[in-house]
């Protein structure tokens, strides 16, 4: 049985970098879809998302060009590199992943398989 642990959140000012893991076992996560969302104020916001079966990413518009999600097969990890962090990524953030549909790559859900989460908090 799948099962992702999230790592690597924490404080960073505004404008640094932090990068996120989310460290699969149990399954690997060939042809799957991972994506990371991110809670805050009550509100949970999908904010990247990868298939692995062709490697295609997807981004929000607000972390585009700041944010890269990358996936290392070897340690069946997948990254979130946050760059240029602003306030409004605080919160806690979250990687899913369950198995893509045959013949589809939309790496958006529904996702069986959540972590616990990894809390980043922004300075100003």
């Known amino acids: 049985q799948l099962r992702l642990v999230e790592s690597g959140g924490g404080l960073v000012q505004s404008g640094g970098s932090l990068r996120l893991s989310c460290a699969a076992s149990g399954s690997t996560l060939d042809t799957s879809a991972v994506a990371w969302f991110r809670r805050a104020a009550g509100r949970e916001l999908g904010v990247s998302c990868l298939?692995?079966?062709?490697?295609?990413?997807y981004y929000r518009d607000t972390v585009k060009d700041r944010y890269t999600i990358s996936r290392d097969k070897a340690k069946n990890v997948v990254y979130l590199q946050m760059d240029g962090v602003k306030p409004e990524d605080a919160g806690v953030y979250y990687c899913?992943?369950?198995?893509?549909?045959?013949?589809?790559?939309?790496?958006?859900?529904?996702?069986?398989?959540w972590g616990r989460g990894t809390q980043v908090t922004v300075s100003s």
């Open positions: 899913a992943s369950d198995k893509l549909a045959n013949n589809s790559n939309y790496c958006w859900g529904p996702f069986r398989t």
């Open positions: 298939s692995t079966r062709d490697e295609s990413t």
